[in-house]
């Protein structure tokens, strides 16, 4: 069996914890690198430990090259800040590395794709089997009521989430915003307060919550007279996303250099 060894970029996060937890269960996925910012109270502490698995023997480090020498893959599960400061770490290093973090402008996908002309790059704002299923069913079902139905997109999460809206609630509303020939530039309504006038035809509503525990939740509504079609996924652990980071590590241990998404490794 082939083994793919992981660096986990973010070892100290919700995120980081989970996926190293699971790749220890994972025969598949050694974790040989953790790395974290200089200033974190885990540096230098074993990844396993900060995990809840006990040592694993691998210590998380602040340093690119110490925590990446013996490793096939990068997951980089951060801030969109982190994460672009980490870009030229990445090209020099030379190894793939699969981004899970969200928030970014567009300006900023653009850097990443140049990047993905050097090493493989896989971003994917979910990378959940049953999201990226979803946006496959969204597309569908966009391009089949085309513009006769309003659409609307509610997205909750928990209360320490940082960015607005989520990257799976604006990448659901660029896939439907294709598939019915809208501009989600000008289309996507965020915020609907005072006299605001009628609903435009082309309008995408992005709502968003945040309260509590909610690991995740997205609603998109296509809307008509005297009917609607509610598409929903919920997510009720993070471990759905830990599990869709590995795979995607193992899918593109041996790639050549491009831009990937989920859509590739689920081959959907």
């Not at 020498?69 to 030379?94: H, S």
């Not at 250099?257 to 689920?266: I, K, P, Q, R, W």
Request: aromatic residues 6%.
């Amino acid at each position: 069996m082939s083994i793919t060894a992981i660096c986990m970029v973010g070892a100290a996060g919700k995120m980081g914890r989970r996926i190293i937890a699971l790749g220890k269960d994972d025969s598949s996925i050694k974790i040989a690198g953790a790395l974290e910012a200089q200033e974190s109270a885990f540096v230098g502490i074993d990844a396993g430990e900060v995990a809840g698995i006990g040592s694993i023997g691998v210590k998380i480090t602040d340093v690119f090259e110490v925590a990446t020498k013996d490793v096939d893959v990068l997951i980089d599960f951060t801030f969109k800040t982190v994460t672009m400061k980490n870009l030229d770490m990445y090209e020099k290093i030379g190894k793939p590395v699969v981004i899970g973090t969200t928030g970014f402008e567009s300006e900023e996908v653009e850097k990443i794709k140049g990047l993905s002309s050097k090493i493989p790059v896989l971003l994917a704002p979910n990378m959940s089997l049953g999201v990226n299923l979803t946006f496959k069913v969204l597309e569908m079902v966009a391009k089949a009521v085309g513009n006769i139905y309003d659409i609307e997109i509610i997205e909750a999460h928990h209360r320490l989430k940082k960015d607005a809206p989520s990257g799976t609630a604006m990448k659901m509303a660029e896939v439907v915003a294709k598939a019915t020939n809208r501009d989600i530039e000008k289309d996507a309504v965020y915020c609907r307060r005072g006299l605001i006038g009628e609903r435009k035809d082309n309008e995408i509503g992005i709502q968003t919550v945040r309260a509590g525990d909610i690991v995740g939740e997205h609603t998109v509504m296509f809307c008509g007279n005297g009917e609607r079609i509610e598409i929903t996924h919920k997510a009720h652990t993070r471990d759905t996303f830990a599990k869709g980071a590995l795979a995607a590590a193992k899918w593109i241990k041996d790639k050549p250099a491009g831009f990937y998404s989920m859509f590739d490794v689920l081959n959907i």
